[in-house]
């Protein structure tokens, strides 16, 4: 079976990974522009699935995989 990028799920997880490596919670996420537009159709679709990422800084990238996030410490 295929599996399906779950972007809420892919960014929570670069959250945690970045805070166990540096104690700290990111400045900034980065997303694709395909990635962002996805998270505004999960808001608009049910805003309790995004409140425990948190509040960042999002910093969209032209040349960002579709399916990787990265944060900025």
């Known amino acids: 079976m295929k599996s399906v990028f779950d972007l809420v799920e892919a960014i929570y997880e670069s959250i945690v990974e970045n805070f166990e490596t540096t104690g700290q919670e990111p400045r900034a996420l980065v997303l694709s522009p395909a990635s962002y537009r996805r998270l505004l159709e999960i808001k608009s679709d049910d805003?309790?699935?995004?409140?425990?990422?948190?509040?960042?800084?999002?910093?969209?990238?032209?040349?960002?995989?579709?399916?990787e996030v990265g944060v900025e410490s």
């Open 47 to 67: 805003p309790a699935a995004i409140n425990p990422l948190g509040h960042f800084r999002l910093v969209i990238d032209e040349i960002f995989p579709d399916t």
